[in-house]
């Protein structure tokens, strides 16, 4: 049952994602794609703030997770990769159309993979429609933006108990929904994002350095490599904000030049699977090898799909007086945890970090992209230019360089 | 949650469904269509049990009644009857394959559209899609079957309490589930109803009557007309059973031919809204007039949606001694109802009841096919030949010839 507060959160959320985050505009076909079921609450919502916003029509598709437990167990090997037709005609035309997309993360079935074998774990997935899909985002085609739904089942697996008003809280915070004029406060966090994304394209670092708590990687940039904030942009120009929340500066690092190792911060949901512990060492720019507590076969398979997933692309700095960061939890969701901390993703860069938005020699292209979360209050972060000039970027978690 | 004995349920009832009703074959593509996010217990067991007969790919479909309400309440008029094109090539595709399909019923969701205007609930149907599956179904392009997930919502629309157990119970018993031998009692059942259909079809009539409780009412057959039971085919033969449950005989009527005024003797679920006390005065073969106590707008504008929704296209017959009859319950699902009672489907004929499995002058076509409960012990049922000789066939639901 949801409670008329649950009720007015959920209204809330919509209208802030469909307004400020996708910034839907009237006439638009809008695509709402729910991670899983129990995020039905939240997708409604999307839909009606939708149509209020002037959609033409609003297509909702609910992933089930159950069901890919069920290819993965039972179904044939080619099933596996298979991309339905009709799923990449409907890609195609979101596409072509510009369509505006909500993606909903927020899923108290994480694990309900656990226990099948991480190699086809990692093989399940549409491939000519993460191509696709690749394909759009490269082109900009869309603006879209990605939120999460607070469930039992997830509030569930963070406290230990189905606590939603609890993940609730914690959510309104981190979207800045407890401020009095939320709009306003996205804004003014924004423009400070835009603030750190200038000082670091200004300093045309050649290298970024991690160091302490185990991880000590070298990450070389290229000279196209271009730093994005909270504010994205359509092909157009249209803008958006791609992720709520979202405390990240990011770019496309140069994927010949990763060096050294690198431990995980948090552990990792991939695929359905929770991996823990996790290491990755790089050698010329190449994961070259994977160890972990747990699902350590998950990201071997994940890397094994795609011979351009083991190399970086991209990286993100995030200071530990984020929103998330200050929650204090540890959300086991992707979406989250990475406005939590330093990380980087392993598979296809964003070419919207790269000056004039088209790929290079150097940038990544894969149709994966995991992102892992490899800062925190142990790990420095450096800057380094050509010269070899070395600028702190975080230290104990905090940013370092005036904003 | 789910009890033990209800996983068992879902488990045996699926795979009656695949192995049986669809009767999925090995490298079949299979689409499964669940009509509300509450079936997913049972689309989850159909997928697992399609996949264990041997399913190439299981693309399961979750439709939401609550984002079709968006739509209503809030879309642009060109919205509700617009097909995506990526559902039409879906369509299309499946009709090309000759896939299996499971279409999933039971929601506790039903009259979530009650408080909206029946011309635009009507109204709210996707035409070419409608069109473009009422074409693979003249053609019998696909193996089927539609079941029915029991859900503590519509247990509670039954029972007035979520008494999901004695759902269960019910609907084991009217799909044989409760037999030591299902597919043996399905096949006993299936060779009945097949003995009706070579009864019926030999006496060659010219014309049935309905009358009592209200019910005068005329129903022209066509010299095309022939009976079908339990078991269809598909265009190369394939055998399924497209209702589980299912326990009628039913033709293609002359739709010329109708004559008269019908009560329905059941409550009417259309198109999310429950139509009661529903009355049809039919001249020349055409609906002339629609009363009813609550919803007749809803029928009205569902006629109004397609020229040819006035007219008949399916007249079945169905005696008191049913298993779904013998519940005693009034499910308020077209699924278990039609089965406890003699009904007419306004809207499209199925080909596969006429002689050369083609439509024919006279037999209606349509992108609309609901169907009305009108038999009851109230109503007797006599079939007419041309040269004027009354054979009774139903007398206080009981059925009369031999068999």
């Known amino acids: 049952m949801t409670t008329p507060e649950q009720a007015e959160h959920l209204q809330r959320y919509a209208e802030l994602a ?52 069920a290819l993965i167990e039972r179904g044939p090997d080619a099933a596996l990769s ?22 909903i993360n927020g899923d ?7 226990d099948l074998p991480g190699e086809r774990v990692g093989r399940a997935r549409m491939r000519e429609l993460a191509e696709e899909s690749r394909d759009s985002m490269n082109r ?25 008003d609890r993940l609730w809280e914690a959510i ?15 804004q003014r966090h924004a423009d400070r994002l835009d603030r750190r994304v200038e000082a670091l394209d200004a300093l045309r670092f050649d290298r970024l ?79 070259v090898d994977v160890q972990a507590d747990a699902g350590a076969d998950v990201v071997r398979g994940q890397l094994a799909s795609d011979e351009r997933a083991s190399y970086l692309g991209e990286i993100a700095l995030v200071d530990g007086t984020s929103r998330v960061g200050r929650t204090g939890l540890t959300f086991l969701d992707g979406l989250l945890d990475e406005n ?32 892992v979360m490899i800062g925190g209050p142990d790990v420095a972060v450096d800057g380094v230019t050509a010269e070899g000039t070395v600028v702190p970027l975080l230290r104990d978690a905090v940013w370092q360089l005036p904003e």
């Open 18 to 69: 469909v307004q400020l985050g996708a910034n839907v505009q009237p006439g638009q076909l809008v695509e709402v794609s729910a991670r899983s079921l129990d995020n039905a609450p939240l997708a409604r919502a999307v839909a009606r703030a939708a149509y209020a916003a002037g959609a033409r029509y609003v297509d909702v598709r609910y992933h089930d997770v159950h069901v890919r437990r």
């Open 209 to 287: 350095h991690f160091s302490g708590g185990g991880t000590d990687l070298t990450v070389g940039l290229l000279p196209e490599s271009r730093w994005l904030g909270a504010r994205s942009k359509r092909f157009d120009g249209l803008e958006h904000i791609a992720n709520m929340p979202t405390e990240e500066v990011f770019t496309t690092p140069d994927a010949r030049r990763t060096e050294g190792v690198v431990r995980a911060t948090r552990p990792l949901p991939v695929a359905g699977r929770l991996v823990e512990g996790l290491e990755l060492r790089f050698a010329a720019g190449r994961i």
């Open 140 to 164: 900009q085609r869309n603006n879209w933006t990605v939120i999460a739904c607070p469930t039992a089942g997830w509030a569930n697996r963070i406290f230990g108990e189905p606590d939603l």
């Open 108 to 114: 108290g079935d994480a694990d309900i993979l656990a």
């Open 82 to 103: 298979w991309t339905p037709p009709w799923l990449l005609s409907r890609e195609r035309k979101l596409s072509a159309e510009g369509a505006a997309i909500v993606a």
């Open 340 to 371: 939590a901390a330093c990380h980087l993703a392993y598979g296809a860069c964003y070419t919207e970090c790269l000056e004039g938005r088209e790929l290079v020699e150097g940038a990544n292209d894969s149709f994966v992209h995991t992102d």
């Open 172 to 186: 309104l915070s981190c979207v800045r929904l407890d401020e009095p004029d939320p709009v306003a406060a996205w």
